[in-house]
């Protein structure tokens, strides 16, 4: 008798994810695609270091600096802790 396999969620979900990638615009180009990832990157950088300036009004630009090295260590703890949950549930469902 075979042993039953639990189905991916992303694999009972394939029609969705179809259509959502139907309706994304992808570059042209790796160069296109490069621009975007570097634009979207800056932009994220700039919207990290006025959320944190906002939170720390009278905080000077070393004292912000400080903080942004804290959280970015603490965002690099938390992915750590989600790479290991995912390699998990990644041998769960195609090394079973």
């Known amino acids: 008798m075979a042993r039953a396999r639990k189905i991916p969620l992303w694999l009972k979900r394939l029609g969705v994810v179809k259509t959502e990638m139907q309706s994304t615009r992808f570059p042209r180009s790796a160069q296109e695609g490069f621009r975007q990832c570097a634009k979207l990157s800056a932009t994220a950088r700039r919207w990290f270091r006025q ?13 912000i600096e400080k903080e942004r090295i804290r959280l970015l260590a603490r965002f690099s703890t938390a992915e750590a802790g989600w790479i290991a949950k995912w390699k998990k549930e990644r041998d769960r469902y195609f090394r079973g």
């Open 51 to 63: 959320s944190i300036r906002d939170a720390h009004p009278s905080a000077n630009e070393e004292e």
